[in-house]
């Protein structure tokens, strides 16, 4: 799981910001909020708040950007590193990014801090602190030279081998980390490919707003394979109130279009295994789904294009919600409030807070009607984004304010709409004044 996760020089984020899932000592709301991992006792879910354009989906996007240096390495020595740094100040082009996380797999907790920019990893260093031991220990401590840029490790005493170490130091490039090294070398490394697992299993595809994500075949497949129980994402749609009594799930195989056919077979580049299988069957697999609603005389069914946008958002997001109570996950849901009513959001978070065990969200939203109800949030898990004159964003919690200035009787929601937390737009005023317009008109 994870505890703390901070950032710099990402995208609109300047300086370094620090997301927490570790819980204050408040008690309210405990059962359902905080889940007991050893020592610790860490949130389901952060929910950040803030303007358009105030930096809440780029705290998102840097989960995934850390989860890429890990799982998805550079292929060779040429290959760029792809992210934006922190663009309205020119210092910040010239210097390395910074990402580092604190987190728990099996019974170890873990810091893992990696400094990079479009070209280099720099700096890796990963120490390791077992539940039963008192202070945490050197791993690895990795570094690049800036000239050579040839890598070298520092072992911690408990994880010394020479074999080990010549093997990954020939696949050590750098633009890659270690653990986009390991991947590529012929090596068994126990603790290193635990914390890969761990990376692979836990980190869900990040949630946009975007139709064009395909969350739908996501989700569809995943009942088809028997990952997501049909008859369990029924109910959750039922519950939904959207009048919707069943669902049909088939895969069904169309022929692909002509044009893309011989767009394909005539492309120098394309691979010869796939022109190959265009030639042998030039057809692909789609997912068809139907639903059926209760009518007058008898249940009628809707294809899945045919439904309201909301209807399509909660279908898509029920599967996920699922795998997170059902499993240990992370994922993090961008605009989570899109194409829902404010009721069935509520619904959505309310559902993942008390079921979840072992999962954390983190959501962006605009939906600041849940700080009227102080009894479905806690302080330390709302978190606020609020853009400087000069473009980068600062990240604090509403846990961060002082009792003298936020007292617990104080209206959350009054206080964030009157902008006394920050994270509000600065509008200008409505007056409109069209030019170039001819005054006879």
Not at 183 to 189: G, L, P, R, Y
């Amino acid at each position: 799981m994870i505890i703390d996760f901070s950032i710099s020089n990402f995208r609109s984020i300047r300086e370094m910001q620090t997301l927490s899932f570790e819980a204050t000592n408040d008690k309210h709301l405990e059962e359902y909020f905080v889940i007991k991992v050893g020592k610790y006792r860490l949130l389901k879910i952060a929910t950040i708040l803030g303007a358009n354009a105030s930096g809440k989906s780029n705290v998102l996007k840097a989960f995934y950007m850390l989860r890429e240096l890990l799982l998805e390495p550079c292929q060779n020595k040429e290959s760029s590193i792809d992210y934006d740094k922190f663009a309205l100040d020119e210092e910040c082009l010239q210097r390395p990014s910074v990402m580092k996380v604190n987190f728990i797999v099996g019974e170890s907790k873990y810091m893992y801090e990696v400094e990079f920019d479009n070209r280099v990893v720099y700096h890796e260093l990963l120490k390791c602190q077992p539940f039963d031991a008192s202070r945490e220990h050197l791993v690895y401590d990795r570094s690049t030279n800036k000239e050579s840029l040839v890598a070298s490790i520092k072992w911690g005493e408990r994880y010394r081998s020479v074999k080990n170490t010549g093997i990954l130091s020939g696949n050590l490039l750098h633009n890659r980390t270690l653990f986009g090294a390991y991947q590529n070398s012929n090596v068994d490394i126990p603790w290193i490919k635990e914390i890969l697992d761990w990376i692979r299993s836990y980190f869900m595809p990040m949630i946009t707003a975007s139709r064009e994500q395909r969350l739908m075949q996501y989700v569809s497949r995943s009942v088809l394979k028997g990952e997501i129980g049909k008859q369990d994402l029924l109910r959750q749609i039922i519950k939904a109130d959207v009048g919707i009594n069943n669902i049909d799930i088939e895969e069904k195989r169309e022929p692909l279009d002509t044009d893309l056919v011989n767009a394909i077979l005539h492309y120098d580049k394309a691979p010869a295994e796939l022109k190959q299988k265009i030639r042998t069957d030039p057809t692909s697999t789609i997912v068809d789904i139907r639903m059926s609603h209760t009518g007058y005389q008898k249940a009628v069914p809707f294809d899945y294009s045919q439904e309201s946008g909301g209807t399509q958002r909660y279908y898509e997001l029920s599967g996920p919600l699922l795998e997170l109570i059902g499993g240990s996950h992370f994922l993090a849901i961008d605009e989570l409030e899109c194409r829902l009513h404010p009721d069935l959001y509520e619904h959505f978070v309310l559902t993942y807070i008390k079921n979840a065990k072992r999962s954390q969200i983190a959501i962006t939203t605009h939906m600041r009607e849940f700080l009227r109800d102080k009894d479905t949030f806690r302080d330390d898990a709302v978190w606020i984004t609020e853009k400087s004159d000069k473009g980068d964003t600062n990240l604090y919690s509403l846990a961060d304010f002082d009792t003298d200035s936020l007292r617990k009787e104080n209206s959350r929601y009054n206080f964030y709409k009157a902008g006394r937390f920050g994270g509000i737009p600065r509008l200008g005023d409505t007056y409109v004044q069209i030019s170039n317009v001819s005054q006879d008109e």
